[in-house]
């Protein structure tokens, strides 16, 4: 019998600066194709295309790793699968846009042994949650144009394209 993976919170004090190790592999991404303006707009098409060979994009690429709680997020929240061994598994981190009254996904992180088994949408369905809680009109996130598997993911969860 396998054991239910447990979705916790992850408190501040305990989690601050955790670094989340995202690396990208990808075959893909989205380009946009703009035709010229003419007196009544114009037309945006998102086209996926290939990348030549596989891109890997790492944490130690950035000047800005990721890292839950980092201090710009003022009201964040998180909450993730911790192993028997204290290391966390998988997270997500929401933060809400005060302003507008929504709430953003900041962070969103599965182990590579973990994917594929549903926990992806646990996770997303803690920040929906979490918003309906809040009383928040809309959840919203941003990803990497080449992060196809994660956009696919998040269409599936009834996200829609609202910027680029």
């Avoid at 993730?80 to 929504?102: Q, Y």
């Avoid at 549903?118 to 997303?124: C, E, I, Q, S």
Wanted: glycine share 8%; with cysteine.
């Amino acid at each position: 019998m396998t054991k239910k993976i447990e979705i916790v919170s992850l408190p501040k004090e305990q989690w601050k600066g955790t670094p989340i190790p995202l690396v990208t592999k990808t075959d893909s991404y989205y380009d946009l194709e703009i035709s010229p303006f003419e007196k009544d707009g114009c037309n945006i098409r998102l086209v996926k295309k290939n990348f030549e060979k596989t891109v890997v994009h790492t944490p130690e690429e950035y000047d800005f790793p990721d890292g839950l709680y980092q201090d710009h997020w003022e009201k964040a929240e998180a909450y993730g699968v911790v192993g028997d061994n204290g290391k966390m598994l998988a997270c997500i981190e929401v933060c809400p846009e005060e302003w507008s009254n929504r709430l953003m996904v900041t962070e969103l992180w599965i182990t590579e042994e973990l994917r594929g088994q549903g926990l992806g949408k646990r996770l997303m369905d803690k920040a929906k949650e979490v918003a309906v809680a809040q009383c928040r009109r809309a959840i919203i996130l941003e990803t990497q144009s080449c992060n196809t598997n994660a956009i696919g993911f998040y269409l599936h969860q009834g996200f829609e394209l609202i910027g680029f």
